[in-house]
């Protein structure tokens, strides 16, 4: 039971019946919880949205919807047209109207909250829209990063949101597999294997002088010895390429999965160019006049659809740009059948959006149905300084490096608590702190409290009451009523966010909870409380750890029982 979608449902219903409004399109209602609580439960500044297109005084069109909506919720509840969970709607000011929803209808909710375990928060607003997340992408050459990192909470994030909120989500990593890259890795192995055998090498300009690269090279070397000296050196190459290839791959899957991140698909960008995809790709294109040949290379018309300027996607000498791999791999996106393609990029990508979203118009697909979430820059800090190197290996601090300094649940949590296109300053002693000032512990020990009410309710052999048999009247303080009423909040907290693709509401949503339960918690007792009243409470602590293990389950987070 969702009461804002309720409410929102009624005020447009309401509205709809006005002679003043007849055929005129209405904007969407806005509720907002009102600063103080003397203004009621839910507020809306609709009645004054609607005064210029209906020619009429704010406040008269707020009078007439709150005198609807007040007739309808004095009917009885059994009415087909009542309003159950409505007390009063109030006109305030130049027309805002004030909604009080009923202490009864609370406790039905609560009911409700309670019987529903961790499926508390799930909706349907997604409608089953097939939505592909690709996230992360790294390319195989070395260990994920802290910016890989904030990518693969957020993207894990999202995904589990989305699903909360009805939609049918796969989850995608592209490996960059193909191109420079992965012969850069395949020559500094080559040159660090023959290092390790003895020889005088020159490193490759553009290679990887990562410890990591020394490591593989010497695995080699356990497993081989001379041999790949014996080679052809094309030979070897190609060998070294497939080995590292794997390798690093393999580290890849463990790092995200000691994460907490999996992915349903990986997609190779090889395999678009082994199986013909690119060129075909630029065959459709150009048959339908939106690449062109000039100065013997292959253009893409990118203009046409709003870019700066078109786009080489052939060069001059036959090899494919970067691009097209890109149009190739998002022609295939689209050809699965997602209905919405959201891809998760770094900061370093944005001049690359307009480009993708440009091939995928010419592919003949709404670009509307590629987003493209930017992630900002991390910075790590400690002690109050600018984290920039690894104590350990003198080069970035990987991702291995901050779950084993902050732990896992921390490093989530903070990744995601801030928006995708706000800089991340990370403040590694917070995240190792066991106090109130950061905020997963907050939120976890508030669970752990939780779970310790049960285990004393079990050691002095009392029954959880099954929801909707305590006497949830009882509960009366305003400790209690802010608590339900920000619990009941929780679907459309996970239908707004999903939709505005911001987990990170759903970090402050559960910071919010937290908070109002231990404030509850200082100011109620529970076991050894009257039993009406303990019965209740009971009920009411059973409902907030289904708020919070679900929440926490959106962002990847664990609900400890102890901590």
Not at 44 to 65: G, H, S, V, Y
Not at 408 to 430: E, V
Request: with cysteine.
């Amino acid at each position: 039971m969702n009461v804002k979608e309720l409410l929102a449902g009624a005020i447009t219903e309401a509205a709809a019946g006005l002679e003043a409004l007849a055929g005129k399109e209405l904007p969407a209602v806005m509720l907002e919880v009102p600063p103080q609580k003397e203004f009621g439960d839910f507020a809306t500044n609709f009645a004054m949205q609607l005064a210029r297109p209906a020619r009429q005084n704010p406040r008269a069109l707020a009078d007439a919807l709150a005198a609807r909506l007040n007739e309808r919720a004095a009917l009885d509840r059994q009415a087909p047209a009542a309003l159950p969970w409505l007390a009063e709607a109030r006109v305030a000011g130049p027309g805002f109207i004030n909604f009080y929803l009923r202490p009864d209808w609370l406790y039905a909710l609560l009911a409700d909250i309670a019987a529903a375990g961790t499926d508390w928060g799930r909706t349907a607003s997604g409608g089953g829209e097939r939505v592909q997340v690709e996230f992360v992408s790294a390319n195989p050459t070395g260990p994920l990063h802290v910016g890989h990192g904030r990518g693969a909470a957020v993207g894990s994030a999202l995904a589990n949101l989305l699903r909360a909120a009805g939609y049918d989500v796969a989850t995608e990593f592209y490996i960059n597999d193909a191109g420079n890259q992965i012969d850069n890795l395949a020559a500094s192995v080559d040159a660090r294997y023959r290092e390790l055998l003895g020889q005088q090498v020159a490193f490759p300009e553009d290679g990887y002088h990562g410890a990591d690269i020394v490591e593989t090279a010497r695995r080699i070397v356990e497993q081989a010895g001379t041999r790949y000296l014996l080679i052809d050196p094309a030979e070897r190459l190609k060998v070294f390429k497939e080995l590292a290839r794997e390798e690093k791959l393999a580290l890849l899957r463990e790092d995200l999965e000691a994460f907490g991140v999996t992915f349903d698909v990986w997609f190779s960008e090889r395999t678009l160019h082994e199986a013909g995809a690119i060129a075909d790709t630029c065959r459709v294109l150009q048959a339908s006049g939106h690449m062109y040949e000039k100065d013997g290379a292959l253009w893409l018309k990118s203009t046409v659809y709003g870019d700066d300027k078109d786009r080489v996607v052939i060069r001059d000498n036959g090899v494919p740009t970067y691009l097209a791999a890109d149009i190739a791999y998002h022609r295939d996106k689209f050809a699965r059948g997602f209905d919405r393609v959201i891809n998760i990029w770094g900061a370093d990508h944005h001049g690359y959006i307009s480009r993708v979203k440009a091939a995928v118009a010419a592919l003949g697909y709404d670009p509307e149905h590629l987003e493209v979430l930017i992630l900002q820059m991390v910075n790590l800090y400690q002690h109050g300084e600018l984290v920039k190197m690894s104590k350990r290996t003198g080069q970035g601090v990987t991702l291995s490096e901050l779950i084993e300094e902050v732990g896992r649940d921390a490093a989530r949590f903070f990744f995601i608590m801030r928006s995708t296109d706000s800089q991340l300053d990370f403040d590694l002693d917070l995240a190792k702190s066991r106090t109130n000032e950061n905020p997963v512990f907050y939120i976890q020990y508030a669970h752990a409290r939780i779970a310790s009410i049960f285990r004393q309710a079990e050691e002095a052999g009392l029954a959880v009451p099954a929801p909707g048999e305590a006497p949830l009247a009882a509960l009366a303080s305003e400790w209690e009523i802010d608590l339900i009423k920000k619990l009941g909040e929780f679907p459309d907290e996970v239908s707004s966010a999903a939709r505005e693709r911001a987990p990170h509401h759903i970090a402050r949503y559960a910071h919010e909870v937290a908070a109002l339960f231990h404030s509850f918690y200082n100011q109620c007792r529970v076991i050894g409380a009257p039993p009406d009243v303990q019965a209740a409470r009971l009920t009411l602590v059973t409902a907030v750890q289904n708020t919070l293990r679900a929440a926490l389950a959106i962002l990847g987070v664990d609900a400890p029982d102890k901590m």
